[in-house]
T-cell receptor, first 114, second 111 residues
């Protein structure tokens, strides 16, 4: 089935550093979503993107919907220890309705050293 | 805020048992989903439902069934639990046009 390539798989960074991760697909998506999952919890939606080129921020997080509609990136500025977790990208090929379920990347595991 | 509640955070069952995982949402969402999450494999869709009494197979439905008798409740059933069904199970609902909202997950272990 359709897959998303999410990279990197894991990151070990120092507190205060900026972080960047991305997802790419061979197909065109109409929606890109970024989730964060804390240990032992379900994923929580961070940012949703609906238009090519859209750039959206949520606090220290910024995500962009690629112009080609085949990629998206997430940046975290000035990382803090509570940023630790697994970040997932997800995309949908059809907008709205009952069709077009989300396809998930395999996640980027972020570790932050104080 | 959307609330998605899964029964049992952790569960240990014997192989061959019939297991029910319950998920309840309080936002009147029509779409509900069951995923399993395994290290290195990410999130995989088991079953989903667009409305009461309706169900659709996801990517890995083998060994599972579902029930949606009421709009707010979506149950995942393991007819005869096996060790390869040891996993983290996540229920989610969908709020159009936004994305999925997940429950906290149920970690199941089958001995």
């Amino acid at each position: 089935g359709q897959q998303l390539n999410q990279s990197p798989q894991s990151m070990f960074i120092q507190e205060g550093e900026d972080v960047s991760m991305n997802c790419t697909s061979s197909s065109i998506f109409n929606t890109w979503l970024w989730y964060k999952q804390d240990p032992g919890e379900g994923p929580v939606l961070l940012i949703a993107l609906y238009k090519a080129g859209e750039l959206t921020s949520n606090g220290r997080l910024t995500a962009q919907f690629g112009i080609t509609r085949k990629d998206s990136f997430l940046n975290i500025s000035a990382s803090i220890p509570s940023d630790v977790g697994i970040y997932f990208c997800a995309g949908r090929m059809n907008y709205g309705g009952s069709q077009g379920n989300l396809i998930f990347g395999k996640g980027t595991k972020l570790s932050v050293k104080p | 805020d959307v609330k998605v509640t899964q029964s049992s955070r952790y569960l240990v069952k014997r192989t061959g048992e019939k297991v029910f995982l319950e998920c309840v949402q309080d936002m009147d969402h029509e779409n509900m989903f069951w995923y399993r999450q395994d290290p290195g494999l990410g999130l995989r869709l088991i079953y989903f439902s667009y409305d009461v009494k309706m169900k659709e197979k996801g990517d890995i439905p083998e060994g599972y069934s579902v029930s949606r008798e009421k709009k707010e409740r979506f149950s995942l059933i393991l007819e005869s639990a096996s060790t390869n069904q040891t996993s983290m199970y996540l229920c989610a609902t969908r709020q159009v046009p936004k994305g999925l909202f997940f429950g906290s997950g149920t970690q199941r272990c089958f001995l």
